[in-house]
């Protein structure tokens, strides 16, 4: 079921009946009973470099506890930050933020964060490559890809479409103002550009891996490439990416419990020639994350089956 709906997350209850060859009212349940638990969520997942977005940036902060929710609350409806988690560490909240422009991220930093003094501090790493993290959302090669012509109504679609990936498209007509064969038509487009694809993404917390980190690694520069390729290879990874300041690598990681979480630091990534210091936060709570970073796997089916509805 997930399966399927990773690939089409707007696939409908009588496509996915047959394709699981199931009935059509049983699909509809498995599908809202995901949905309520939290299991999945079904969303547009726009793809960066279409939406000419290549000045990237993963910022971390130390912000009050007692003002942490509002930041997050004030921060989360910006199309532009894809990535607000709090962690557990030196700092407690990291964004991922992509723009068009240098300018533009720039001036979001000094804006939208540096003057509003409910941050007490803050570390901006730009992003220099993506290695991991959009499962056939999009390449990891951004130079391989043409900027999508799209307009402001096109984009107002995306964000109605990232919250809720199987809003029907009269119910897109009726919110946009907009006729119902415009919105068919202008989604149509976007999925067949490759400009956002509508797909389930699963919880990895919902899938039993209960601890999970955000690691900034100093690296020897020479030696990157070969780290990269090491950590690539791992599928604890979910992201991995160079960055052109401070530490020369970030990845995220995901595990079942803390001792397992643990061992891979030491064991996998801490041993990896090349790598001389590395920095650990712990995932706390997701509060918005656009690019979808976690792919369930046969195994975690067996997890998933011990919290589905009882048969009657």
């Known amino acids: 079921m997930i399966g399927k709906l990773e690939e089409n997350g707007r696939a409908s209850y009588i496509e996915l009946a047959q394709a699981l060859k199931i009935n059509p009212s049983t699909v509809a349940k498995k599908v809202k009973h995901l949905l309520k638990e939290g299991i999945i969520t079904i969303k547009a997942v726009p793809n960066p470099y279409k939406l000419g977005h290549t000045a990237n940036a993963l910022i971390v902060m130390n912000v009050p506890m007692n003002k942490i929710d509002d930041v997050c609350i004030r921060l989360k409806p910006k199309f532009n930050v894809n990535l607000i988690v709090t962690t557990f560490g030196r700092f407690n909240l990291i964004l991922g933020v992509h723009y068009p422009t240098w300018d533009m991220l720039l001036s979001f930093i000094s804006s939208e964060l540096s003057d509003t003094g409910d941050i007490s501090e803050m570390e901006t790493y730009f992003v220099k490559g993506v290695w991991k993290r959009y499962y056939g ?91 990269c390729n090491r950590l690539y290879s791992y599928r604890e990874v979910s992201t991995l990416m160079t960055l052109m300041n401070g530490y020369g690598i970030h990845a995220s990681i995901l595990a079942r419990t803390p001792e397992t979480l643990y061992d891979f630091l030491k064991k996998k990534v801490a041993s990896i020639p090349g790598v001389t210091r590395m920095e650990t936060l712990i995932h706390g709570e997701l509060i918005k994350r656009y690019y979808g970073t976690f792919h369930q796997s046969e195994s975690d089916l067996a997890v998933l089956s011990k919290s589905e509805p009882r048969r009657k």
């Not at 130079?143 to 999508?148: E, G, K, P, R, S």
């Open 137 to 227: 959302v999009s390449s990891d090669n951004h130079l391989d890809q043409n900027v999508a012509k799209i307009d402001d109504v096109d984009l107002r679609l995306i964000e109605e479409l990232a919250n809720n990936g199987r809003y029907s498209c009269l119910h897109l007509s009726e919110k946009m103002g907009i006729s119902l064969s415009a919105v068919s038509k202008r989604l149509a487009g976007l999925l067949k550009d490759n400009v956002i694809q509508v797909r389930a993404i699963p919880s990895a917390t919902k899938m039993g891996y209960q601890a999970n980190a955000y690691i900034f690694i100093h690296a020897e520069r020479e030696k990157l490439d070969e780290i």
